[in-house]
T-cell receptor, first 114, second 111 residues
Framework: DAMVIQNPRYQVTQFGKPVTLSCSQT?????MYWYQQKSSQAPKLLFH???????NEADTPDNFQSRRPNTSFCFLDIRSPGLGDAAMYLC?????????????FGPGTRLTVL | GENVEQHPSTLSVQEGDSAVIKCTYS??????FPWYKQELGKRPQLIID?????GEKKDQRIAVTLNKTAKHFSLHITETQPEDSAVYFC??????????FGSGTKLNVKP
């Protein structure tokens, strides 16, 4: 079941200390997503990549950045984490074509900000 | 953008009863509607999905119906079991890539 892998599974950081979350996939999917999910809420899309094309959501704070160096890997950088950034961060992938639609989620990284 | 509304926010049923969760969407261009089940602390898991060219789809105890005209779709779970207890999210896909989620329904199946 290790098709979308996220590391680390748990991350503790200090207020204002930069942190990087990573996601890798073995599905060769061309679309990768980062979602933020807070307790009892729906996943909120932060941004997604279609191949190398980066698509930022309008309400994603500038504090959040992303990199996709190749098809398999995608990173979420939080430059100066605040207490409000504590959440579960979910990576997901999908294959953009005419026949498949399914979005596959990774297990998530739970971020704690002290 | 797309706006997906989901009701109810909580649903409690007796084991063996049916459960129905409803979602509406705003963008008529949305063409794919998945349903996810999320257990506490775990990732969302796809349980069933439907494309806009289909009105109904069934997989054992789970079914989804879609009314494109009214822009709503529903999840039906029959013969509910305690292990069906979880949070369920509907979603609508717009522009081929972006998925918009409903706010979630916490389903509690009482033994």
């Amino acid at each position: 079941d290790a098709m979308v892998i996220q590391n680390p599974r748990y991350q503790v950081t200090q207020f204002g200390k930069p942190v990087t979350l990573s996601c890798s996939q073995t599905l060769n999917h061309n679309v990768m997503y980062w979602y933020q999910q807070k307790s009892s809420q729906a996943p909120k899309l932060l941004f997604h990549y279609y191949d190398k094309d980066f698509n930022n959501e309008a309400d994603t704070p500038d504090n959040f950045q992303s990199r996709r160096p190749n098809t398999s890997f995608c990173f979420l950088d939080i430059r100066s984490p605040g207490l409000g950034d504590a959440a579960m961060y979910l990576c997901a992938t999908s294959l953009r074509d005419a026949y498949t639609d399914t979005q596959y989620f990774g297990p998530g990284t739970r971020l704690t900000v002290l | 953008g797309e706006n997906v509304e989901q009701h109810p926010s909580t649903l409690s049923v007796q084991e063996g009863d049916s459960a129905v969760i409803k979602c509406t969407y705003s963008d008529s261009a949305s063409n794919y509607f998945p349903w996810y089940k999320q257990e506490l602390g775990k990732r969302p898991q796809l349980i069933i999905d439907i494309r806009s060219n289909v009105g109904e789809k069934k997989d054992q105890r789970i079914a989804v119906t879609l009314n494109k005209t009214a822009k709503h779709f529903s999840l039906h779970i029959t013969e509910t079991q305690p292990e069906d207890s979880a949070v369920y999210f509907c979603a609508a896909r717009q522009n081929f890539n972006k998925f918009y989620f409903g706010s979630g329904t916490k389903l509690n199946v009482k033994p």
